[in-house]
Every structure is written in structure tokens, then in C-alpha cells.
T-cell receptor, first 115, second 109 residues
Framework: EPEVTQTPSHQVTQMGQEVILRCVPI?????FYWYRQILGQKVEFLVS????????KSEIFDDQFSVERPDGSNFTLKIRSTKLEDSAMYFC?????????????FGPGTRLLVL | DAKTTQPTSMDCAEGRAANLPCNHS???????VYWYRQIHSQGPQYIIH???NNETNEMASLIITEDRKSSTLILPHATLRDTAVYYC??????????FGKGTKLSVKP
């Protein structure tokens, strides 16, 4: 069964460093999402991406964040200068088509720890 | 976007049916109800979704009231592996999922 994969599973970084989280969505999917979950809190939407551009973003997704699909398979989330409060689980999700009706399938997540 | 209300926690005996309720009284006519679950800190796992009619798949059944203001997720024979946080979600207008705190289901032997 096809699934969303994410690398790395764990990332430890120093405050102020740049990190890139990688996701490989399900192969025929067209819409991509990033969510995050701070320990003990709710899963929060960050950004959605379609046709090589951002469709929607939350207020969390500020100028420190960026997304791209560099090679037609990977979907990346970059945090330019990490802060302590960026420590969280980051989940990628994808859906085949039509953002409002198709089911989103999530990857296993990347645990980011900023020291 | 519609808001959902779920009990904070529930217990269920292994082998029995788990019935997880959800209120979504402000749901609009074209909004779907989705159920996901999250085991520990793993990625949310899709369970089932529906619009108006009751739905069933290999994991669960979804019962939606006629006025669509509430629904119930049914796990027919709960196992210890079904212990998780279950989220009832009404899809956001832009397609993003808006997670609440969910119901922590504990399946006990």
C-alpha cells in the first residue's frame, strides 16, 4: 500500500541553524501539506501546496518557513533560522486531488528538537 | 469552519464495541466529517469519512445523524492496538484539517 514517507525521523539542531525536512508524498498525489504538533498539543496546519505554489498557509507559517518541491518527488519544509519553540513533530500529508474532499494521508513525522 | 466537540477520554473493554461520539452542530451542507486517530506521536491515521449517509469500511463504521449535527465512530471489536487519540474533524474550507484535542480511547484487557 503506498504511503507518505518522511526523513529524517529525528533531527537535533542548534538554535539559529537552518533545517530541511523532507517528505515523499504518495506518487500520484497532487496536493501536499505540512502540519506540526508541539509536544502535548494539537496538530496544527502550517501550509498547503499545489502546482508548485502555496495554496494556503496559517499564521504560524511566517517568513522563517518555506516549502518547495525541488525534483517532482520530494516535498520539503525549510526552517531558515530555528527557534526553541520550533521543537515539534512535523507531519507531511498528501492527497490525490481536490483539497476539500479527498482524504489526506499522513507520513510518520519528523521529530525536531532545537537546542 | 465548523467546530467539533468530543469527550476528553473514554474506556472500552477489549473485544467490545467502542462508540466515540462527536458533535458538529455548525457543520454546513457540503462539509464532510472525517475521523483520524493518532497512536502515541505517530502520524495521524485516516479511519473513515462521510457526508450524509452512514459509512463502513474495514476499520470502522460512521453513523451520522439525519440533521448532521453529530456523528458516532464505531470500532466493532476493539483491541489493545486501538488505544489512541481519535479526532473528529470537519474539513476546513481550504482543505486543511483542523484538529481538536480528540478523545483518548483506552482499550483495557
Amino acid at each position: 500500500e503506498p504511503e507518505v514517507t518522511q526523513t529524517p525521523s529525528h533531527q537535533v539542531t542548534q538554535m539559529g541553524q537552518e533545517v530541511i525536512l523532507r517528505c515523499v508524498p504518495i506518487s500520484n498525489h497532487l496536493y501536499f501539506y505540512w502540519y506540526r504538533q508541539i509536544l502535548g498539543q494539537k496538530v496544527e496546519f502550517l501550509v498547503s501546496f499545489y502546482n508548485n505554489e502555496i495554496s494556503e498557509k496559517s499564521e504560524i507559517f511566517d517568513d522563517q518557513f518555506s516549502v518547495e518541491r525541488p525534483d517532482g518527488s520530494n516535498f520539503t519544509l525549510k526552517i531558515r533560522s530555528t527557534k526553541l519553540e520550533d521543537s515539534a513533530m512535523y507531519f507531511c500529508a498528501s492527497t490525490a486531488s481536490g483539497p476539500t474532499q479527498e482524504t489526506q494521508y499522513f507520513g510518520p513525522g519528523t521529530r525536531l528538537l532545537v537546542l | 469552519d465548523a467546530k467539533t466537540t468530543q469527550p476528553t477520554s473514554m474506556d472500552c473493554a477489549e473485544g467490545r464495541a467502542a462508540n466515540l461520539p462527536c458533535n458538529h452542530s455548525t457543520i454546513s451542507g457540503n462539509e464532510y466529517v472525517y475521523w483520524y486517530r493518532q497512536i502515541h506521536s505517530q502520524g495521524p491515521q485516516y479511519i473513515i469519512h462521510g457526508l450524509k449517509n452512514n459509512e463502513t469500511n474495514e476499520m470502522a463504521s460512521l453513523i451520522i445523524t439525519e440533521d448532521r449535527k453529530s456523528s458516532t465512530l464505531i470500532l466493532p471489536h476493539a483491541t489493545l492496538r486501538d488505544t489512541a487519540v481519535y479526532y473528529c474533524i470537519v474539513r476546513g474550507s481550504q482543505g486543511n484539517l483542523i484538529f481538536g484535542k480528540g478523545t483518548k480511547l483506552s482499550v483495557k484487557p
